[in-house]
Nanobody, 126 residues
Framework: QLQLVESGGGLVQPGGSLRLSCTASGLSLDFYTAAWFRQAPGKERETISCISRDSSITKYADSMKGRFTIARDNAKNTVYLQMNSLEPEDTAVYYC???????????????????WGQGTQVTVSS
């Protein structure tokens, strides 16, 4: 069974950057499409970005384009989310997810994924 663990969250000042990591264990991430989501207090979980198995396809929610970059290193069984120019509105719990064999014809949604990490808190505040 695939297990996912996020790391890299924390407190950052507005305008700052963070890189989140999602490391898989139990199975190889090679065959899995992966994604990042976030959930702010009192709000629904929203898609940030998703990436195909071989990194050839990436998709971003419109509101996330330009400041967020998804990447993966299958040799390290890890997916990354680089976040720049962070704003207080980016404060949320950030989750990674993975699904074997998922094809990215459109922006992914949380219902597409069966494997989830426990989340990592990102707080943007001065």
């Amino acid at each position: 069974q695939l297990q996912l663990v996020e790391s890299g969250g924390g407190l950052v000042q507005p305008g700052g950057s963070l890189r989140l990591s999602c490391t898989a264990s139990g199975l190889s991430l090679d065959f899995y499409t992966a994604a990042w989501f976030r959930q702010a207090p009192g709000k629904e979980r929203e898609t940030i970005s998703c990436i195909s198995r071989d990194s050839s396809i990436t998709k971003y929610a419109d509101s996330m384009k330009g400041r967020f970059t998804i990447a993966r290193d299958n040799a390290k069984n890890t997916v990354y989310l680089q976040m720049n120019s962070l704003e207080p509105e980016d404060t949320a719990v950030y989750y990674c997810a993975a699904e074997r064999g998922l094809l990215l014809f459109r922006l992914c949604a949380q219902g597409d994924f069966g494997s989830w990490g426990q989340g990592t808190q990102v707080t943007v505040s001065s």
